[in-house]
């Protein structure tokens, strides 16, 4: 069954047990994060770091375990490949599950003066989802953010209305892995309106009842 399960989504199966097992992850991270989805939206959803803080996690983890990196030669996974997105797995974890325990202490002590695991927790996040960002999305996407990225760095030195207050790595860690960035209004949105329909519209396409609700409105408006 893995096996049929890896050749649908392209992936060689030539005695790559590792391989296997990280599509294999990859696959129950959706699972999971489909569950999760339905469940909170059912039963009541936790408060909005937890909320999006795990979908997130869950998502990236889901990402680096799918989608090949930057190692992979002709759409192959290579050892290299493996070893860089099971880094990026880590990192993604350990940021998430860190900002998820210390959220409170960090929003009431330490917002504007991070610590230095803060930073490396910041680091590390920002730096996962952007990874995660150009796997799915290329380039394009990437470079906007890079050039955001650049601007909060330089932007004080820039003329007339472009110009801004200065503003310190810290700082530009902080907010990038903050409310103002990446668990701003985007993160929120996907977790709370988008993943549920795109849920709902997978739900309806498995079952057939989105076939079903077709040939009723062909029906209804037949010759009109």
């Known amino acids: 069954m893995m096996r049929d399960i890896l050749n649908g989504l392209g992936v060689p199966t030539r005695d790559r047990k590792v391989e296997a097992g990280i599509m294999l992850a990859g696959i129950l991270a959706c699972i999971s994060l489909t569950v999760f989805v339905i469940g909170t939206t059912a039963f009541g ?28 030669r002709d759409g192959e996974r290579t050892a290299a490949d493996i070893l860089l997105s099971l880094v ?14 210390n959220y409170f202490e960090i929003a009431d002590l330490r917002e504007g003066i991070p610590n230095t695991q803060d930073l490396i927790c910041y680091t590390l996040g920002t730096i996962s989802v952007l990874e995660a960002a150009r796997r799915v999305e290329g380039w394009m996407l990437l470079s906007v953010v890079i050039a955001a990225t ?3 760095f330089f932007g004080h030195v820039m003329p007339g209305i472009l110009e801004h207050r200065p503003f310190s790595p810290a700082q530009v860690l902080e907010i990038a892995y903050s409310y103002q960035g990446i668990y701003g209004v985007a993160l929120a949105a996907v977790s709370d309106v988008v993943l549920v329909f795109v849920i709902l519209g997978v739900a309806l396409r498995i079952s057939g009842a989105g076939e ?8 209804f408006t037949q010759g009109r």
């Open 45 to 72: 959803k936790y408060p909005a770091q937890a909320q999006y803080g795990t979908i997130l996690t869950l998502g990236l983890v889901a990402v680096f375990c799918l989608k090949p990196g930057p190692l992979a």
């Open 212 to 219: 079903f609700f077709n040939y009723i409105a062909m029906k």
């Open 88 to 101: 990026f797995i880590g990192a993604s974890l350990w940021s998430g599950i860190y900002f998820l325990n």
């Open 150 to 152: 650049v601007y909060l």
